[in-house]
């Protein structure tokens, strides 16, 4: 606790002793007009805090939040304290040194709560009415005797009329500031209004004796904040400064415009949000727009309450929206919000909602560009950066919070030449999560020389690995990137029968580029109810954008196929999500691999988009020969193999797989060596289950004879 705020603390306590003082003078006097004599005396009891806010005013840190902020409307003068109409003597003034308290900077926790909430004077002391009596239960006594010994002991309208200078029978308006922001709760029953027992809310109790926390009817659905005060860079700092600006107008003005967050950077979106709540002196808290009730009753008492809290506290709202169906069911209450609410709002959203009667600014939010990434590479990694800024920033693609951490961690694990991998390993680490949802990573082992390809199809994998490693100099250093909206990323189509080596071609390159290969499970993705596609689309290439994956959709033709004819609702929405494909592919930064055994079947659209076209030949005679040379591991035992007569089978390198591993376990379970017998019979197999023509001859093996000592080899 600090000690201006333990100052504060004790000129509020003692405000309400005066206050209460003063109402228990008032209470006599209206006593001894009802009953004819003065009441019997009561010790008056100490301002107490309720025993929740004794227990939890230690854990305040910080001066009064609000005590030195502007008031929403200032509080009127206080009026001279006149006798209630039809005579009666004049009701005891209060004191000058509680006068004097109400005008003091910063002032009690009353005053700040009748500016804020736009009370009269009669309203703020029919507040302190309802507030004493949970300070001080004597109270309830002195209640009853002023109402002549009336059944309920508790405060109402008629005791405040009879009590207070300047009655206005309008403060029991559900529209006046009492009702409204639900500062009181009125008693249930079947008696008049202005008779009604008067409870004060427990929140308005404890923020009245300097107790300010956020009400515990919205701490379920909220949640605080919490971002590193770390500056961020130029780009998303000049949002932050935009929104802090502007809003700063609004709540000089009265009307603070709601400020829209676009594009998939959730993270940098609470970044940008917390540093301009942070600018404004505000605190941040987050709430899901699927938490929002969608009764009507329930929701206008969530926006009342925080409305409330905004003013009190003072607050600032993030909501989550990203992921709202614009037809579902929180769409409505979410709309309704951004209406009611005129504190500072805002809304982390997609694509922008429609704008309502509220003036609305609609900001694009991105992760910092690769320069400014490289920038916080070497600012976290220090006199350890060497040449690796560049290298991490070319390939992941991380917000400030993310490059500190994974920087902090790999230099406490490393350091030295081992730094590198360490930190590559990490960066890894924290793109992978988002992905493994939608696609399986593929463990990629093959290498160059398990790869049969012509040269010319060689050289094409290798300027794909070549513009990957390239990307930073040419788009950054080159100034590409500053020409180019779309086409950042490399797209590229492995087109061949199945089994002539697509996916492990794809391998290859992922093994030389240190990179996580992901296959597409189209099972995961692919969705029968209208927009779940893409929905799912979206999250795969938004968490792919994060870097350090490659995206292999296996079977492409599958995903993008031909655009076909419109004749029903089918074929509309099966043709948009193609659209949107073709849109995202071309936005995507990344590296994506389509391999498909049907080329003509894919979208013209998608050919124009595709950086490279690489075509997977079956192989010949001699390249099959060479698969069979390297299928095998060193540790098989093998018989003696005529390579070229296996070359001869006119198969692919994926079915030379399949037999060589059935001829291994055949081998395995007679406890002999892999021969050519058991090849040919796993072969046979292999060419029925592809329902190929079978040559006999081809797959009759004849031991060859042995040769004469001394003939020649």
């Not at 924290?430 to 020389?449: N, T």
């Not at 990323?489 to 290969?517: C, D, N, P, Q, Y």
């Not at 395995?668 to 001859?697: C, F, H």
Request: one cysteine or more; hydrophobic letters at 45%.
């Amino acid at each position: 606790m600090t000690p201006e705020f333990a100052q504060w603390l004790t000129a509020n306590d003692q405000y309400l002793a005066l206050a209460l003082g003063w109402l228990r003078v008032r209470l006599d006097q209206l006593a001894e007009e009802v009953h004819g004599a003065p009441p019997a005396p009561a010790a008056p009891a100490p301002a107490a805090a309720p025993q929740s806010a004794q227990r939890a005013r230690p854990v305040l840190g910080r001066l009064f939040p609000g005590a030195q902020s502007a008031p929403l409307r200032s509080l009127p003068a206080p009026g001279p304290v006149v006798g209630e109409a039809g005579g009666g003597a004049a009701p005891a003034a209060p004191p000058q040194a509680m006068l004097d308290a109400e005008q003091a900077d910063p002032p009690p926790a009353l005053m700040m709560l009748a500016r804020r909430m736009g009370l009269t004077r009669f309203e703020t002391m029919t507040m302190l009415m309802c507030v004493a009596i949970e300070l001080d239960p004597h109270m309830g006594v002195l209640y009853a005797r002023a109402q002549g010994d009336a059944p309920s002991t508790g405060p109402s309208f008629a005791l405040a009329m009879k009590l207070f200078a300047e009655p206005s029978w309008d403060a029991m308006s559900p529209e006046r500031p009492l009702r409204y922001w639900r500062l009181i709760d009125v008693g249930s029953g079947s008696g008049p209004l202005v008779g009604a027992q008067l409870k004060a809310d427990e929140r308005i109790v404890n923020y009245v004796k300097g107790l300010n926390y956020l009400d515990q009817s919205l701490a379920p659905l909220l949640t605080a904040a919490v971002a590193p005060l770390e500056p961020l860079p130029p780009s998303q700092q000049t949002l932050a400064d935009t929104i802090a600006a502007q809003a700063r107008r609004g709540l000089d003005s009265g009307q603070v415009p709601l400020f829209q967050l676009l594009g998939a950077d959730s993270q940098g979106k609470l970044l940008v949000a917390h540093a301009a709540a942070y600018e404004l002196d505000l605190t941040l808290y987050r709430l899901r727009a699927e938490q929002l009730p969608t009764q009507t009753a329930e929701l206008e008492t969530l926006i009342r309450l925080w409305r409330r809290e905004a003013a009190l506290l003072p607050l600032a709202l993030l909501v989550e929206a990203g992921d709202t169906d614009r037809a579902g069911a929180h769409a409505a209450p979410l709309m309704r919000l951004m209406e009611r609410d005129s504190g500072l709002l805002i809304v982390d959203a997609r694509e922008p909602w429609p704008e309502g009667a509220r003036e609305t600014v609609t900001l694009d939010v991105a992760r910092p560009s690769p320069a400014e990434q490289a920038v916080l590479w070497r600012e976290a990694l220090g006199d350890a950066a060497a040449s690796h800024p560049q290298h991490l920033a070319a390939h992941f693609n991380f917000n400030a919070p993310a490059i500190r951490q994974i920087a902090t961690g790999a230099m406490r694990d490393a350091s030295g030449d081992a730094l590198g991998a360490a930190l590559w390993r990490a960066s890894l680490q924290r793109a992978r999560p988002a992905l493994d949802q939608l696609a399986r990573v593929v463990d990629a082992k093959s290498g160059w020389s398990d790869l049969e390809l012509p040269e010319t199809e060689k050289a094409l994998l290798q300027q794909v690995i070549d513009q990957v490693r390239s990307r930073s100099a040419v788009y950054d250093a080159w100034g590409f990137r500053e020409r180019m909206n779309r086409g950042l990323g490399i797209s590229v189509l492995f087109a061949g029968e199945s089994g002539t080596g697509k996916t492990m071609a794809a391998e290859v390159i992922a093994r030389e580029l240190g990179l996580l290969i992901f296959r597409i499970d189209l099972s995961a993705v692919v969705s029968k109810y209208i927009g779940e596609t893409e929905k799912n689309l979206r999250k795969l290439f938004d968490a792919a954008e994060d870097g350090g994956a490659i995206l292999f959709f296996d079977e492409a033709d599958a995903l993008f196929g031909k655009r076909s004819e419109v004749r029903d609702s089918h074929d509309r929405y099966a043709n948009i999500e193609i659209n949107y494909l073709l849109q995202r592919i071309e936005a995507f930064r990344g590296l994506a691999i389509l391999a498909s055994n049907m080329k003509a079947s894919l979208d013209p659209a998608f050919m124009r988009r595709l950086r490279f076209v690489v075509n997977f030949p079956f192989p010949g005679p001699e390249e099959r020969a060479s698969i069979w040379k390297n299928v095998f591991p060193a540790q098989v035992p093998l018989a003696r193999l005529d390579y070229e007569r296996l070359g001869r089978l006119n198969l692919t390198g994926g079915s030379i797989h399949n037999i060589a591993l059935n001829a291994a376990f055949a081998a395995a379970g007679r406890g002999v060596q892999v021969s050519m017998p058991l090849l040919l019979e796993a072969a046979r197999t292999e060419l029925r289950k592809l329902e190929k023509p079978i040559n006999e001859a081809d797959l009759r093996w004849v031991e060859p004879a042995p040769q004469a000592a001394g003939a020649p080899a």
